[in-house]
């Protein structure tokens, strides 16, 4: 059961506008006090997607199995950002309570990048793990999720939705237990990318999309073992083999599923990439801002698992087809056949054309 959409088009447009149309109303049980959620979702917010992030918000507290299930931490790079937010969500909505946490991700020590192209990326990098650094430092939850701004309940858009996934026995309320099964199953899933279905112009070079996967890959092996590419260090493990294998075949593995995160498991990996011990970090915000994180940055984390906590990625070509460079759940191939994986999200674009 499908989850969360992803894209800034949703599918079945008119199920759109009539929610969109409807007066907000919050309903009182899933506005009261819950339990401390086990799960945090982090997205990173700037202006341009206010709306999306905005939208998001409504389908979490309208949809109690969700609003039960997990915390939502915003990011932003300065207060004025945080301050121009709320007041766009005073025009949007202004019944929408403030339930969700703000977090204003320091400057990191080395400065912010250009806000442009690469600039762009490493800043939304950062700011995700900058969440997670500050998730780490409360000790609330203990499941991360890294997520993008254009975000929505899949129940509520999709023809297929049933109207049951957010009631308190519904899917969301069984996410943390998926998350946990995807966790014992030390499994991420990935297919390998295609050298002829997409290219990108850059200023001095053009790259097809299975050169620019590679090169993304790399970064983030690099990010969690800058030796990695030391052959006798490498060979001499079976783990950094399978880390190397994925980068020397283009599995792409980012975004093939929701993007969890064990928040113990982070905290080692943190500390790890800098040379400390848990125990040495006062602030695990203050260790984000010294750290250089790669662009698409949860592979770090997967590659991290694969190489420390006895993970694997899984190849899944088979099933979904060749990539063109991104995930195969945002613009999957023809024939391929993404409900045998049933995974937690997909893009409307995906969905869209699965309705049609």
């Not at 593995?253 to 928040?263: F, I």
Request: glycine share 6%; charged share 25%; proline share 6%.
């Amino acid at each position: 059961m499908l989850e969360m959409i992803t894209g800034d088009k949703l599918p079945n447009p008119k199920a759109t506008l009539n929610r969109l149309l409807r007066e907000p109303r919050y309903d009182d049980l899933a506005m009261s006090p819950v339990q401390v959620r086990r799960i945090g979702a982090v997205i990173a917010v700037h202006p341009p997607k206010y709306y999306a992030v905005a939208m998001f918000l409504d389908d979490w507290m309208r949809c109690p199995g969700a609003f039960r299930a997990m915390s939502v931490y915003l990011v932003f790079v300065s207060s004025r950002d945080l301050d121009l937010f709320r007041a766009a969500l005073a025009c949007m909505n202004p019944h929408m309570p403030e339930v969700w946490t703000p977090i204003i991700a320091a400057e990191p020590f080395g400065g912010w990048p250009r806000p442009e192209g690469y600039g762009n990326q490493i800043i939304a990098a950062y700011k995700k793990f900058f969440g997670i650094a500050a998730m780490l430092d409360l000790r609330q939850e203990e499941y991360g999720l890294m997520l993008d701004s254009e975000l929505s309940v899949y129940d509520f858009y999709a023809q297929a939705g049933t109207g049951k996934a957010c009631d308190y026995n519904g899917a969301w309320s069984k996410l943390l237990a998926r998350i946990e099964a995807m966790e014992s199953d030390k499994r991420f899933p990935g297919a390998r990318v295609n050298s002829k279905l997409s290219s990108y112009n850059f200023s001095t070079h053009t790259m097809d999309g299975r050169i620019y996967d590679k090169y993304l890959l790399e970064e983030n092996a690099q990010f969690i073992r800058p030796n990695i590419k030391d052959e006798n260090l490498c060979l001499a493990s079976a783990s950094c083999r399978r880390v190397q294998a994925q980068i020397d075949e283009v599995v792409w593995s980012w975004w093939t599923d929701l993007p969890w995160l064990n928040l113990v498991v982070v905290r080692r990996m943190l500390a790890g990439v800098k040379g400390f011990s848990e125990q040495d970090i006062k602030s695990w915000k203050d260790l984000a801002r010294s750290l250089a994180f790669p662009r698409f940055e949860y592979v770090a984390y997967q590659m991290w698992c694969v190489l420390h906590e006895g993970f694997e990625i899984r190849d899944v070509t088979e099933i979904t087809k060749e990539a063109k460079w991104g995930s195969y759940l945002e613009d999957p191939q023809p024939g391929s056949r993404l409900g045998e994986l049933k995974p937690m999200w997909a893009s409307a674009e995906t969905v869209q054309r699965a309705e049609e």
